[in-house]
């Protein structure tokens, strides 16, 4: 499933509505969304973040209005056991999350095949971002990243922070005279 029909698609279920955008936009392994509490989602006046790494991940806009509506109409909220719960995916007993595996095959009914997703995703944020920056901001290990990294072909050890579509001052190209 394209990552704008776990947004937009309400035949779906919310809460897995956005555990698959966490899947599909940030990489996450379903073992680590069930973990994630309410505290997680931070509002910081007109913009959402996401606390999975250090700093909290920016929400797109209309991911971050589906976020806020899950966490404020939460599953499994009116049982005996759940009532003060801060987990952003309680599970039915108290204090507990869901199950991985539960919401792992409940979004592979909905189509998001949740390894596949999450290794596309993060594979493609590698290509996009240096290693350590996309280490720490979805909370993925170093070691972990430059695998991956290096899995899809390119490498970032020479990545030097900077403009680079121009070139340095009193730089001549060969083969051209500077007169």
């Known amino acids: 499933m394209p990552l704008a ?3 937009t698609d309400p035949a ?54 589906l976020l806020l509506e899950h966490t404020a109409n939460r599953d499994n909220m009116n049982t005996a056991t759940n009532p003060t719960s801060r987990r952003l995916f309680p599970g039915r007993r108290a204090g507990q999350p869901a199950r991985p595996d ?4 409940l979004l592979n009914e ?6 596949a997703a999450r290794g596309a995703a993060i594979r493609q944020q590698l290509l996009e971002l ?6 720490d901001a979805l ?3 170093d070691k972990t990243t430059s695998r991956l990294r290096n899995e899809t072909g390119r490498t970032w050890s020479r990545y030097a922070p900077g403009d ?6 009193g730089w001549v190209p060969r083969g051209t005279s500077d007169g």
Not at 102 to 105: N, R
Not at 110 to 115: I, K, L, Y
Not at 164 to 169: D, E, V
């Open 5 to 7: 029909g776990c947004w």
């Open 12 to 65: 779906i279920p919310m809460r897995l509505r956005v555990a698959g955008v966490i899947v599909l936009l940030y990489a996450q392994p379903v073992s680590r969304i069930v973990r994630l509490s309410v505290d997680d989602v931070i509002r910081d006046g007109d913009t959402v973040l996401l606390r999975l790494g250090e700093p909290a991940s920016p929400v797109p806009d209309p991911v971050a209005a």
């Open 102 to 105: 539960h919401l792992s095959a």
């Open 110 to 115: 909905v189509g998001v095949p949740t390894a």
């Open 130 to 135: 240096p290693t350590p920056v996309v280490a």
């Open 139 to 141: 909370g993925y290990h």
């Open 164 to 169: 680079h579509t121009r070139s340095p001052a």
